[in-house]
């Protein structure tokens, strides 16, 4: 027996019709949510959750009304919808995102309907194949109404070139200090550093890793981004050194003796070892590199041209190197007072400590901590544990504990001056210690101040000719000739015009050069762990205080001004 109820489609919506006098118990709610089930349209939306319930009220009242009719029976109840397709681009023209949403009976979406869309909003680079299809095999067998967001097209960033670097090929005398020897139970021996770092002539050192060319991006609309190539460096063989007679990029060793490195250089010195420095030895002055296995002696000088490397402590003396300093253990100095009330200095905000060890290198400095000491070094400072009450002065990073966010050290007191990062795991002392840190911008590469200098000579040059031409136009006047006079103004006004064009480009060049020296990068203090009240940043006459307690905490001088950031 054939079913009273079936269903058509016109245009997009769906018809339900009831055969001419079939019995209302016979198209019951139920009855015709069955028959909707089985039939091939019930993907369609219905026009209300309850419209099969109210097409067996109103065919109820249909057939009270008029039960004789040969009319069947037709009302609409649903409506069918195609797969819908939206896109949404980002704003720096990187990705595109496409959401579709599974079709109320209608068609999926189609590989083709995707592309066709994307080249209608022009976008043709960095199609992703495998998300249209996901996209297009979603709309398929999702139930109606889902909806799944992928990205669809991607852009590609630009890769700027590396710059070049500079790989040390060899130990020098920091390493070998801080790399104790083990004995044969595995434990390690601190007095014993193994063998002396030295090379013989002919011995690789440093090799030059050249810079990298950029890699160009795009943008999902094709358009082309370019990439900065990275910039070369120089590279300088020191004392002692030479560049490889086979390649161009290695500097080898042209004497016995101790490398010591120093970012895009190296040296091969000539190597003093002493137990410790004290009265027995008196003052320490060497051309070369300096090895202390022991201790450095209260009031005691040691100064070199190379490094100095100190395996126990250094306590209030003074060390003076070209090179690198390394003191395996510690730093210790007190304050010298200087006055009667030279103690109560300490809470003002422009305190600077006076105290009696002092370090100053023409590379970097490394120890384990340091307490009321001295530090001035070119390319930074590294402390492994801690730094109280000091005084560091700095044109590279200072690092306590490690660097970025696995620094685990403490910074206490005392007065930092750099123009780097600085990173530290706690930053002051519950008791609310003053700290100061003074941020500078950093210096000018030696490149843009020749090119600023030049530039400065080609402006001074010009204006000392505009003098020149102006005298002469001047003495056009008395010449009787008029012909002469008229030729002679000519020639000299034309190059007038050219020299004050020279005049507002050339300064025009010096301002850009000037403008760049002021666009400082993002300067950065970060504490891994706390920070407490008594912090002072300054930065010229801007000044940022900490007066709480904050958790991990990011400072910034950005485009000039003092910033906090939360650490996440």
């Not at 083709?112 to 998300?131: D, F, H, Y």
């Amino acid at each position: 027996m054939s079913s009273p109820v079936s269903f058509r489609v016109s245009e997009r919506d769906v018809y339900i019709s009831i055969d001419a006098g079939t019995p209302p118990s016979e198209v019951k709610a139920d009855k015709l949510q069955q028959a909707w089930q089985a039939s091939k349209f019930s993907a369609a939306k219905l026009l209300d959750p309850q419209m099969l319930l109210q097409t067996a009220t109103k065919y109820a009242q249909h057939y009270s009304k008029d039960s004789n009719s040969s009319i069947p029976f037709q009302v609409a109840i649903a409506e069918i919808f195609d797969a819908d397709l939206s896109l949404q681009v980002s704003e720096d023209n990187m990705k595109v995102t496409a959401s579709g949403i599974v079709g109320y009976g209608g068609s999926p979406l189609t590989q083709e309907v995707i592309i066709a869309k994307l080249r209608e909003k022009k976008i043709t680079s960095g199609i992703q194949r495998k998300a249209i299809d996901a996209l297009v095999e979603h709309t398929k067998e999702a139930p109606p109404g889902a909806e799944l967001s992928v990205t669809v097209a991607k852009g590609k960033y630009p890769i700027n070139g590396s710059n070049a670097k500079f790989k040390p090929l060899t130990d020098d005398a920091r390493k070998r200090v801080l790399r104790p020897q083990l004995r044969e139970d595995g434990t390690a021996d601190m007095r014993d550093l193994g063998a002396e770092v030295t090379v013989d002539p002919g011995h690789p050192l440093l090799q030059k890793i050249p810079p990298s060319k950029g890699r160009v991006g795009f943008t999902v609309f094709g358009q082309e981004l370019e990439a900065r190539d990275g910039e070369d460096r120089d590279f300088k063989p020191g004392e002692g050194t030479r560049v490889s007679d086979t390649d161009a990029n290695l500097i080898v060793s042209d004497r016995t003796g101790m490398p010591s490195f120093n970012e895009n250089s190296v040296q091969v010195d000539d190597v003093m070892q002493l137990n410790n420095v004290d009265v027995s030895t008196g003052h320490v002055k060497f051309k070369g590199s300096v090895i202390v296995t022991g201790n450095v002696s209260e009031g005691m000088k040691v100064t070199c041209t190379g490094d100095i490397t100190v395996g126990g402590y250094v306590d209030s003396a003074e060390l003076h190197a070209d090179g690198n300093i390394t003191v395996r253990k510690g730093c210790i100095g007190h304050l010298i007072h200087s006055g009667e009330n030279t103690e109560h200095d300490e809470d003002a905000d422009e305190w600077i400590p006076d105290v009696s060890t002092k370090l100053v290198a023409g590379g970097s400095i490394w120890c384990a901590y340091a307490q009321y000491s001295y530090f001035e070094a070119q390319t930074g400072v590294n402390t492994d544990k801690q730094l109280t009450h000091c005084h560091v002065i700095t044109k590279g990073p200072l690092a306590i504990g490690g660097e970025g966010r696995n620094a685990r050290g403490k910074l206490i007191g005392g007065t930092i001056e750099t123009c780097d990062h600085v990173y530290c795991g706690q930053l002051g002392a519950p008791a609310g210690t003053k700290t100061r840190i003074y941020w500078s911008l950093p210096p000018a590469d030696p490149q843009s101040l020749e090119h600023l200098n030049s530039m400065r000579a080609l402006l001074a040059k010009t204006l000392a000719r505009v003098k020149v031409v102006q005298q002469g136009l001047n003495r056009c006047d008395k010449l009787e000739d008029g012909v002469k006079k008229l030729e002679y103004q000519k020639k000299l006004k034309i190059e007038l015009r050219k020299l004050k064009a020279r005049i507002v480009n050339t300064r025009t060049s010096i301002d850009s050069i000037l403008e760049a020296f002021e666009n400082h990068p993002v300067l950065r203090t970060m504490v891994s762990k706390e920070v407490f009240p008594g912090i002072l940043f300054i930065f010229k006459e801007k000044s940022l205080r900490i007066k709480e307690h904050r958790n991990g905490t990011m400072f910034l001088l950005q485009d000039k001004q003092l910033r906090v950031d939360s650490l996440l």
